[in-house]
């Protein structure tokens, strides 16, 4: 008897626990999982897919969602595409790898068990794991059809059915460890269109313009529960002139991206926006570089409270490396002060009920990884400093 009692109590309170797991959505410029608020804190992780795939290295996604959890981290961010070449989910348009796919379903069964949510991007701008140049690749082999650029992949019929095709295949994905569809999962917080959409072929940007309008509704068609954001850097274009002295530098206003238009998408519901004072500032000061910090988080809170309606933005990368060679290049110790300044500014914007909703640091790896590392590698059980900062900063 003391038995059953045990166990319904293990089933109710099992129950309750997932009465909180639902969908995370947006509410003004806040998010919210019912009636509570919800406080994007996390860190990026693109490689977990790849390194599940392994065997031998699976553990380390599991690791890595612990340490994190133990910090009082909440989000994830991750590719849900490898395109092409080694490894690839994606190996030609719509053939996938089943091993890598149920790789993929590990990563979101993990991520379940200790809480963390993922943001999933579906392609990438740049050519690490395929990106748009493989896409296009595919089109030219398939049909021989001339491209005077990989920019192409925003405009070419045929490409962008390609893209359509695998937005389908990942949100209509049974998750062979949980049954759940995709679709259907609260572990997912959100789709990423592209990982720095920027279409430098086009500096008016009506070109990622017409993309962005085109995907986010693709995507709503087939999953209208899920929030949706576009994955852009957060550089000022042509539509708004006033901004454009907010870009870290000339050329960022005319890399064929629109903050204000971008996010003006119907079906995108949160703003997204990196921080990489060092690398697009480099050589200036440190000093210099913490007051772009400043001013950037400042400009787009502000424009996501005001002049997009109010919707919550995510600072989803930020971060510096530890390698830089540069004059006014970071160490360990002014990388948390960077951290800090970054996670002052987002309790500043909570604590007045602004649109300013949480960040993710680039990137977080577990130990034994550090043939990774960019620079940029923070591994939490090696670096006490920053993980007090993170811990702090998510029971703040």
Known sequence: MAHMLYYHSASSSEVIADEQWRMVKTRGNQFVVGDRPFYVNGFNAYWLMILAVDPSTRGKVTEVFQQAAAVGLTVCRTWAFN?????????????????????????????RKYRIRLILSL????????????????????????FTSDDDFFSDQTVKGYFKNHVKNMLTRVNTYTSVMYKDDPTILAWELMNEPRCTSDPTGNKLQEWVQEMAFHVKSIDPDHLVEVGAEGFYGPSSPARLPANPNTYAGQVGTDFIRNHRVLGVDFASVHLYPDTWMSGTTLEAQLKFVASWMEAHIADAEGT?????????????????????GFNATTRDQLIQAVYGQLLDSTRRGGAGAGALLWQVFPEGTDYMDDGYGVVLPRAAATARIMSTHSRS
């Open 83 to 111: 395109d092409g070449g080694w490894r690839a989910l994606q190996k030609s348009p719509s053939v996938y790898d089943e091993d890598v796919f149920k790789a993929l379903d590990f990563v979101a069964s993990e991520a």
């Open 123 to 146: 392609i990438n701008n740049w050519d690490g794991y395929g990106g748009k140049a493989q896409y296009v690749k595919w089109a030219r082999d398939d049909g021989g059809l001339n």
């Open 308 to 328: 997009l309606g109010g919707m919550p933005v995510v600072f989803t990368e930020f971060g510096a490396s530890t390698k830089a060679r540069t004059s006014g």
